[in-house]
């Protein structure tokens, strides 16, 4: 989808201290969370989420690493291995291709013809509960079927999951439940169908472990409280950056003057208690209100900062950062004050995490950018976020040369969407790629921003995502990436619209990124948000 004229305004910011079990007192509690005088504690909570062990997309950058079959002299008769995220996989009369009639969900997918089959050289570890498969009739040939097989003791001997299955036009979900524990493997056979070719793409493999705290893990702690910001006029013009909001204020616009926008409060109508697994995102009003009412679903505690309340950390106040695990900030649209941006640094620095989300803009605010629109300078101050994140990075007093590793470039790009995600072995990044909310595999931009990074000013900055014509691990165009600062976690992603539920004010224009949007589909943003909201709380 194409992001509007006057883009949304969103602030994020995750972060905290881990929340301990004494700490049960907090200052300014309101009636409605629980008690008026008392926090609840941080406990672990095993959340219903199967953990994604493995996917596979076969998205292999700007080369096929086979593009022929297993006819002499150009394949072996055994089928050739290929290395694909790291891991070891044998194509017997099968490649990877990208032609016009491959059917795919990203750049690349699996073709296989004859009886040729797709199996993986090792060993899931934690074993397998369900996968989920999509394959199509490779544009012109007829169907044919495929079934799914798997090996518990190292391929010596398979075993057939669920029925064959047969092919149609355009890719279609399989899904097979295995429910093995222990070490095992998969093998994709094509049945029927003679010469005719299919193919595959997009394997995900649920693990079977019983959960888990590590990366893929199924255990969440609850009880950790998100503060997401509204003080820096994350409402302003078309945006509407927010969890909830009751009231209306004037805001001013771009174009000069003011517009009447929803204005949030501190707790969000009605009550967080009549939350359940079944509760629509629309039980508040905000374009932000799926993500919150996820996390109370997770058993986690969410609240605002309303506009007019200044940013502290270590001042006692109700709302200052020592009380909260999380602070997420979308698009912030004014500059951070000199005392918020120390507030904000030792904040992270003392074990907090903050959520960092830009937006598009150009190398100058004034005019428009490469797509005709207003750079996201929504109020018309000079500053849009990309410039509010840069301005804190290297305008805090506290260090001023990029601490958190990047910098914001000032462009516009958009990206329909990237399957160029880190395959590496960081915990941190498995973590959020792979975590409790399933695997965030692909990333849709809609105008948004990339960033560079600087590992040489903080090493353990770790790109997430990058732009599918950017080299996979580099330091170019990123487009989400984690690192570490002190004892906390810092998060950035360069776009909104991936947080966007398409619900909100109704006076902005709004779409839904969060579930996955059309025309790109098949994106996996709410895994990626909830995720690194998590691992910013130190809840997984």
Same mark, same amino acid.
């Given at each position: ?63 096929? /690493? ?201 707790? /969000? ?92 803009? $150009? ?119 984690? $690192? ?34 059309? /025309? ?21």
């Amino acid at each position: 989808m194409l992001k509007f004229t006057n883009p949304r305004l969103w602030v994020l910011a995750v972060a905290a201290t881990a929340m301990m079990a004494t700490s049960c007192q907090k200052n300014g509690e309101v009636a409605g969370l629980k008690d008026a005088n008392t926090e609840p504690t941080a406990t672990s909570k095993t959340i219903k989420t199967l953990a994604v062990s493995l996917t596979q997309g076969f998205e292999v950058g700007s080369t096929s /690493p086979k593009t022929a079959y297993d006819v002499s002299p150009t394949g072996s008769s055994s089928g050739d291995n290929v290395t694909l995220s790291g891991s070891s996989w044998n194509l017997y009369d099968a490649l990877i291709g990208n032609l016009a009639a491959d059917q795919r969900a990203g750049s690349w997918s699996a073709r296989i013809r004859n009886t040729g089959k797709i199996t993986m050289l090792f060993d899931v570890t934690t074993g397998i509960s369900t996968v989920t498969i999509k394959s199509a009739t490779y544009s012109g040939d007829t169907p044919s079927t495929w079934g799914l097989f798997y090996s518990t003791n190292g391929g010596s001997s398979w075993a057939q999951s669920g029925s064959a299955i047969t092919t149609t036009a355009s890719l279609a979900t399989s899904t097979f439940t295995i429910t093995q524990t222990g070490n095992v493997r998969l093998e994709i056979r094509k049945l029927t169908g003679g010469s005719n070719r299919i193919n595959i793409d997009d394997i995900t493999v649920n693990d079977n472990a019983g959960g888990g705290t590590g990366g893929g893990g199924g255990t969440v702690i609850a009880g950790k409280k998100f503060l997401f910001d509204a003080s820096h006029l994350e409402n302003a013009g078309s945006a509407d950056w927010q969890i909830d909001a009751d009231g209306t204020e004037q805001v001013a616009i771009y174009t000069g003057g003011t517009t009447t926008e929803t204005k949030a409060q501190r707790i /969000p109508t009605p009550s967080y208690t009549g939350i359940t697994a079944s509760t629509s995102e629309t039980y508040w009003k905000g374009a932000l209100s799926a993500w919150a009412v996820e996390l109370v679903k997770k058993g986690e505690l969410v609240e605002t900062l309303p506009v007019g309340t200044a940013i502290t950390y270590g001042g006692g106040g109700a709302q200052d950062l020592s009380n909260y695990d999380v602070f997420i900030v979308c698009e912030p649209n004014r500059l951070f004050t000199a005392s918020e941006k120390t507030a904000l640094m030792n904040f992270v620095a003392n074990g907090g995490g903050l959520f960092m989300i830009a937006d598009h803009t $150009a190398a100058t605010t004034a005019g428009t950018d490469a797509n005709g629109y207003n750079p996201s300078d929504r109020d018309g101050d000079g500053y849009d976020s990309p410039r509010v994140w840069n301005d804190l990075m290297t305008n805090n007093g506290i260090n001023n040369n990029n601490p958190f590793g990047f910098s914001v470039n000032y462009v516009d790009i958009n990206e329909s969407p990237s399957t160029n995600v880190y395959t590496g072995t960081n915990a941190n990044a498995q973590k959020v790629l792979n975590g409790a909310a399933g695997a965030a595999s692909k990333m849709a931009f809609y105008d948004g921003s990339t960033a560079t990074l600087f590992p040489t000013n903080n090493s353990s900055v770790q790109g997430l995502f990058w732009r599918n014509s950017a080299t996979n691990g580099g330091t170019a165009n990123a487009m989400a990436l984690l $690192a570490t600062y002190g004892s906390g976690r810092v998060v950035w992603i360069g776009d909104s619209s991936d947080a966007d539920d398409g619900t909100g004010d109704t006076g902005d224009n709004l779409f839904n990124g969060w579930s996955g949007d059309a /025309p790109s589909g098949f994106t996996s943003h709410s895994a990626f948000h909830l995720n690194a909201s998590y691992w910013l709380a130190k809840a997984q």
